[in-house]
Structures are given as structure tokens and as C-alpha cells.
């Protein structure tokens, strides 16, 4: 990651409906710079996709909770793929500590977060869950902080000064 690579991917991050031109003219760069930055960020997978990203919710999905699950040792595979046929699971991650897998599920209403809830639990896989409801996010997803955190400000051209 450099300088470049850092605004190309903040100015996809503030308009993710640019296209290459645009991107070219915010950067300051040739089109022909930024079609192969963006083509060798997506190889490396630091860009895995482009929007529209969506806040549930906005969607109807307001009441939302972290559920942490302890299952039968050896039986991550098939905890997986049934968090996966529950629509409400948003995203689950294996842990280290008390807890094996972290979830993050979404429902239209706490009627809705208790189904979830029951249907988390309906495997004999899981021993345990245990939840915590969202009350607000105070610092939503983001890696453009980190990654500036490690960029080498001296390469490439900086969206700051076309001219380097």
C-alpha cells in the first residue's frame, strides 16, 4: 500500500459509483494508473467488491445483536453451514475465548430477534448462545484509518499533490 493506492481506495469509498475517469481526475493519475492500481488491489484481495453497501437498518432491519455460541468441538463446518440457511445471520466468525463463533444477526423486531435466536439454537451443534442486542453503533466499519496507518506517504502520487 501507498499513497495512491490510499486515495484510490478513499475515493472509491466516498463515491463508489466512479468509474475509472472519475477516479483518474479526483487522483490526479491516468486512467491507464488507476485501471491497473484497482486491478492489482483486486488481485491481492485488499478490494474484494464495490458497493452498494447496504444499512439493514435503513432496510427494516433495526433491532440487531451479537451472539456468541459455543458449539461441539470439531463442528465448525457444520455450524457454518447452518448459520448460513438462517437469512438473519449477517456474519459469523470463528473466535478464540469462552465463545466459539461470534455472530452478528438483524430482525424486524424483537418478536423477529427471538425466532433468530431459537433457530441459532436449534442445532444440536450449539451448545450455548448467549446475546447482546445493539443498542447503537458508535464507529461503523472502516479500514481507511488503518491502512493510512501504514502507507508509505513517500511512494506513488499522492491525491493531495497530482504533481509527485
Known sequence: ???????LLRAVNEN???GVLELARVTGVARATVAARLQR?????????????VDVAA?????QAFVTLEIAQG???AVRAHLVAIPGVLEAYAT?????????????S??????????????????????????????PWRTLPLLATEADAGAGRSAMDPTR
Open 110 to 139: 424483537h418478536d423477529a430477534l427471538q425466532q433468530t435466536l431459537v433457530q441459532l439454537n436449534k442445532s444440536t451443534l450449539v451448545a450455548r448462545s448467549t446475546s447482546v442486542v445493539i443498542l447503537s453503533q458508535l464507529v
Open 1 to 7: 500500500m501507498d499513497a495512491l493506492d490510499l486515495a
Open 41 to 53: 488491489l483486486e488481485d491481492a484481495g485488499v478490494i474484494t467488491g464495490f458497493g452498494p453497501y
Open 16 to 18: 463508489t459509483r466512479a
Open 75 to 77: 463442528a465448525i463446518e
Open 96 to 108: 478464540t475465548g469462552t465463545g466459539d463463533v461470534l455472530c452478528r444477526i438483524a430482525a424486524t
Open 59 to 63: 432496510a427494516g432491519f433495526a433491532v
